[in-house]
């Protein structure tokens, strides 16, 4: 290597490691939901907007998953365009059709963390673009490509969203589908005492004598978390 060809390489190393600073504080701000930093640090290097941790996941998703409101304001604020599963996560439904309209196979495509679109507008509670993306060929019973191995039927389970359960059941969902552990939506339902949930997934033959792993059925979280009337449900 030359003494020219070092010396590039040295800086593009102190860029590199600049840049991971900068990435660094910018995922310590999104985590804290500090809005002034996260400005300032984009202000600094608007770049940044667009750039992921070491689990691929953008930082825009980062704010979503964790609940970070103004973090997540001042993200969108630097005007990056929102990718699939930022849209969907969000609720951008014109988003959504635009992209699925440059891109009609995107409706199978995974996020960095193995969720497809559809997971996200589930487990988010955005019932219109479910509805988009189960129109433009979203699998109702795709499993994340994780260990949590979720169908998105399981993501609305998860977060009492009874339309979009409604619609993926309706859409051929399996209701006994099992996640990991052997948990399915019906046991999420009876843990947290999901009536409207319960019903709507034993109406569509829901197994209410499916057993997770460890042997637990719908039955037993009903009564462990003191749900009584949902208990009911099963004890009929």
């Given at each position: 290597m030359s003494e020219n060809d070092h010396d590039r390489a040295a800086r593009a190393g102190e860029v590199d490691a600049g840049?991971?600073?900068?990435?660094?504080?910018?995922?310590?701000?999104?985590?804290?939901?500090?809005?002034?930093?996260?400005?300032?640090l984009l202000a600094a290097a608007p770049g940044l907007a667009r750039e992921r941790g070491e689990d691929g996941v953008s930082m825009l998703l980062r704010a979503q998953y964790r609940r970070r409101p103004r973090a997540l304001s001042a993200l969108l604020a630097a005007g990056a365009p929102l990718d699939l599963f930022e849209a969907a996560a969000l609720?951008?439904?014109?988003r959504v059709e635009e992209l699925f309209a440059a891109e009609p196979a995107a409706a199978s495509a995974r996020s960095a963390d193995g969720f497809?679109?559809?997971?996200?507008?589930?487990?988010?509670?955005?019932?219109?673009?479910?509805?988009?993306?189960?129109?433009?060929?979203?699998?109702?019973r795709a499993v994340a490509e994780n260990p949590m191995r979720v169908t998105p039927l399981h993501s609305a389970a998860?977060?009492?969203?009874?339309?979009?359960?409604?619609?993926?059941?309706?859409?051929?969902?399996?209701?006994?589908?099992?996640?990991?552990?052997g948990y399915t939506a019906l046991h999420s339902a009876a843990h947290s005492g999901d009536l409207e949930m319960i019903d709507l997934l034993?109406?569509?033959?829901?197994?209410?004598?499916?057993?997770?792993?460890?042997?637990?059925?719908?039955?037993?979280?009903?009564?462990?978390?003191?749900?009584?009337?949902?208990?009911?449900?099963?004890?009929?």
């Open positions: 840049r991971l600073s900068q990435l660094a504080r910018l995922i310590a701000a999104v985590d804290a939901d500090d809005e002034v930093a996260v400005e300032q609720g951008r439904l014109e497809t679109a559809l997971h996200l507008a589930c487990f988010f509670q955005h019932p219109a673009t479910a509805a988009v993306l189960v129109e433009a060929g979203a699998d109702v998860a977060v009492h969203a009874h339309e979009i359960a409604a619609l993926l059941l309706d859409r051929g969902a399996d209701p006994d589908a099992a996640q990991i552990g034993l109406a569509h033959g829901a197994d209410r004598e499916r057993r997770t792993d460890d042997g637990r059925s719908a039955l037993d979280f009903a009564r462990e978390a003191g749900h009584l009337e949902a208990a009911a449900r099963f004890e009929k």
